[in-house]
């Protein structure tokens, strides 16, 4: 698998976030274009692994979705082994979670608002918390969430299914959850099962990967839609790898509790 490293400064620094739609001053808080693999940037073994997953595309469609997940996995277990206290397992599965997550808003900004020029208002419903601070929900965004087979929850829960028989989590109560804790210190909290923890803030740890892996969605994916799956099929293989030490159905716990809020974080008003 070839290793994919970020391009080099000054595109380490991380990107404005996207403008506010003309009309209404709104913008997700986080950066959501990423460089396309043509940037000069991007240092050559980059660019080779671009015209791989180019050439493949035509015989499957979901090759660079495929190839990204592999080369996001490796990069994350490559980045947790700088921690002290080694590879997490809860790590391991809660950052693809949280990228997943986020991932469903920005591709639902890209490719509605900024590629198709929709209005923000008919792509986005915008609930105000009491201090005013705006929640997007959105059937786009939940589509790419979790209502397609391919969407962040089918493929998570694809994985847990096959290996197991017992319930999994009902993601619509994940889902109502959010949406109550929405204006409060709950939210962006997931609800971890007991005995696991992230051992970080959710949040915190989102705007840290985020900048770090949105140039690899540029050079793997084909649209904005792939983006989440991207995250999702690395989450996949997280659950394989950890399932001696989070079972199947605890994984998708940790898995929908941290990908459904990051979906709905906070979008920023401009001035």
Same mark, same amino acid.
């Given at each position: 698998?070839?290793?994919?490293?970020?391009?080099?400064?000054?595109?380490?620094?991380?990107?404005?976030?996207?403008?506010?739609?003309?009309?209404?001053?709104?913008?997700?808080?986080?950066?959501?274009?990423?460089?396309?693999?043509?940037?000069?940037?991007?240092?050559?073994?980059?660019?080779?692994?671009?015209?791989?997953?180019?050439?493949?595309?035509?015989?499957?469609?979901?090759?660079?979705?495929?190839?990204?997940? +592999?080369?996001?996995?490796?990069?994350?277990?490559? #980045?947790?082994? $700088?921690?002290?206290? *080694?590879?997490? /397992?809860?790590? %391991? @599965?809660?950052?693809?979670?949280?990228?997943?997550?986020?991932?469903?808003?920005?591709?639902?900004?890209?490719?509605?608002?900024?590629?198709?020029?929709?209005?923000?208002?008919?792509?986005?419903?915008?609930?105000?918390?009491?201090?005013?601070?705006?929640?997007?929900?959105?059937?786009?965004?939940?589509?790419?969430?979790?209502?397609?087979?391919?969407?962040?929850?089918?493929?998570?829960?694809?994985?847990?299914?096959?290996?197991?028989?017992?319930?999994?989590?009902?993601?619509?109560?994940?889902?109502?959850?959010?949406?109550?804790?929405? +204006?409060?210190?709950?939210?962006?909290?997931?609800? #971890?099962?007991? $005995?696991?923890?992230? *051992?970080?803030? /959710?949040?915190? %740890? @989102?705007?840290?990967?985020?900048?770090?892996?949105?140039?690899?969605?540029?050079?793997?994916?084909?649209?904005?839609?792939?983006?989440?799956?991207?995250?999702?099929?690395?989450?996949?293989?997280?659950?394989?790898?950890?399932?001696?030490?989070?079972?199947?159905?605890?994984?998708?716990?940790?898995?929908?509790?941290?990908?459904?809020?990051?979906?709905?974080?906070?979008?920023?008003?401009?001035?």
């Amino acid at each position: 698998m070839t290793e994919f490293s970020p391009p080099s400064e000054p595109t380490l620094a991380p990107a404005a976030p996207p403008p506010a739609a003309p009309g209404f001053q709104v913008r997700p808080a986080l950066p959501t274009a990423p460089p396309q693999p043509s940037d000069p940037r991007f240092p050559p073994a980059e660019q080779a692994l671009a015209r791989q997953i180019e050439q493949q595309r035509a015989d499957d469609p979901l090759v660079g979705v495929k190839i990204g997940a +592999g080369v996001f996995y490796d990069q994350l277990v490559q #980045m947790l082994q $700088g921690d002290p206290r *080694g590879v997490r /397992a809860e790590l %391991l @599965l809660g950052v693809p979670a949280l990228l997943a997550g986020y991932a469903c808003q920005a591709a639902t900004w890209e490719s509605l608002v900024v590629g198709m020029g929709y209005p923000v208002e008919s792509v986005f419903l915008l609930a105000d918390s009491a201090e005013g601070i705006p929640y997007p929900f959105s059937d786009p965004m939940n589509h790419l969430l979790l209502e397609d087979q391919y969407s962040v929850w089918g493929l998570v829960s694809a994985a847990a299914a096959a290996k197991t028989d017992q319930p999994l989590p009902d993601a619509a109560d994940t889902v109502a959850h959010v949406a109550r804790s929405i +204006g409060t210190p709950a939210f962006g909290q997931p609800r #971890m099962p007991p $005995g696991n923890t992230l *051992g970080e803030d /959710a949040t915190k %740890l @989102l705007q840290a990967a985020w900048p770090r892996f949105l140039p690899l969605l540029g050079l793997a994916c084909a649209m904005p839609e792939e983006w989440p799956a991207l995250f999702a099929v690395a989450l996949q293989r997280s659950m394989e790898t950890v399932r001696q030490l989070i079972d199947p159905v605890r994984a998708a716990v940790i898995a929908i509790e941290c990908a459904v809020p990051m979906a709905h974080l906070p979008m920023a008003r401009m001035a």
